[in-house]
């Protein structure tokens, strides 16, 4: 017989809020969606799914990739992109 973890409310909740902010982050991302775990053990499964898929790049995190995360952008487009969220809140 197949022995099956014991359920663990706890858990299960933390498992449930994380699922669904990588669901929000995957959704609404526009152009890069920048995933880091330090724990391989833990984002293997999802990992793998995603390279099997051809739907990631994994990288080392160094001193390019840090340059290519970095988008510069002005006063007048953080002061756009508020006005766009304040926007989205008050309807």
């Not at 390279?51 to 990631?56: F, G, N, T």
């Not at 080392?60 to 487009?77: C, G, R």
Request: some cysteine; charged content about 25%; aromatic content about 10%.
């Amino acid at each position: 017989p197949q022995r099956f973890p014991s359920f663990n409310e706890a858990k299960h909740n933390i498992l449930c809020s994380e699922l669904k902010q990588l669901y929000v982050a995957v959704t609404r991302t526009r152009q890069r969606l920048w995933v880091c775990e330090n724990v391989e053990e833990l984002s293997k499964p999802m990992f793998d799914y995603w390279k099997k898929k051809c739907l990631v790049q994994v990288r080392q995190l160094d001193d390019s990739l840090a340059q290519a995360m970095q988008v510069a952008s002005s006063p007048e487009e953080w002061k756009s992109q508020g006005i766009k969220v304040c926007v989205i809140f008050s309807l």
